[in-house]
């Protein structure tokens, strides 16, 4: 029971009803709001990063006895924007129901855990000006990092049955070296992307005007 909670996954019999209830009913009002009108383009974007999303979840990083995985839902967020629900709602799934990894009555709150923090990380990304958009992608990535294990943490200290506070303590302490990971990704991302698909960040085809602008002084 302790790797899921280590995980940022709360398992199964360990919050209370309403905190189930609850997080069921923000993951449903969530996803039905994520699913309107989404546009054709940004299907292939979806499907990719939802199984990048899923993947990540099973490399994990052993320390002592207790393993933590990588999260990724701050590059969620900043690349699907408020479409990131989606995926991350799939990636749960997913994780629960073929590798047993989270819980089946849980999945609304680790869905919310996870959810937050990447709609905030998005929110933040979007209303960044433009020329900044490149910058941050450290930053934001540890900051969601930080997010999520709080939050965990929150939920954990408050919603669960008996005394889990000083677990949940000792899970933001074990998650350091994840969210130094997670802002050393996003910044590599962001850079590969800068170049590669400027598009899927709100940016200017400018590399790839620029490459062509080159190779056209060139002949």
């Known amino acids: 029971m302790l790797l899921p909670l280590f995980a940022v ?17 923000f993951m449903a009002i969530a996803v039905l709001v994520a699913m309107v009108r989404i546009p054709q383009e940004m299907i292939p974007k979806l499907g990719v990063l939802t199984a990048v999303f899923f993947v990540a979840s099973q490399i994990h990083l052993p320390l002592g006895p207790m393993s933590v995985h990588l999260i990724l839902n701050g590059l969620l967020g900043i690349l699907l924007g408020g479409r990131c629900v989606l995926a991350i709602a799939v990636g749960l799934a997913l994780q629960a129901f073929l590798v047993g990894h989270g819980g089946y009555t849980s999945l609304g ?7 937050i923090p990447a709609l905030a990380c ?16 450290f930053f934001l990535g540890a900051f969601t990092a930080v997010f999520t294990v709080l939050l965990n943490t929150l939920v954990l200290s408050f919603g669960a049955k008996g005394d889990w506070a000083v677990i949940a303590r000792t899970s933001v302490v074990l998650h350091i070296p994840i969210i130094v990971l997670e802002g050393v990704i996003a910044a590599s ?15 200017p085809d400018q590399a790839v005007s620029g490459n062509t602008s080159e190779n056209g002084t060139s002949h």
């Open 9 to 25: 996954h709360i398992s199964d019999g360990i919050l209370d009803p309403a905190w189930l209830w609850a997080g069921f009913a």
């Open 109 to 115: 709150v680790n869905f919310a855990v996870m959810a």
């Open 122 to 137: 998005g929110w933040i990304f979007q209303r960044l000006p433009m020329r900044f958009r490149m910058v941050p992608g």
């Open 189 to 203: 991302t962001l850079r590969v992307l800068v170049k590669a698909r400027p598009d899927w960040l709100g940016l």
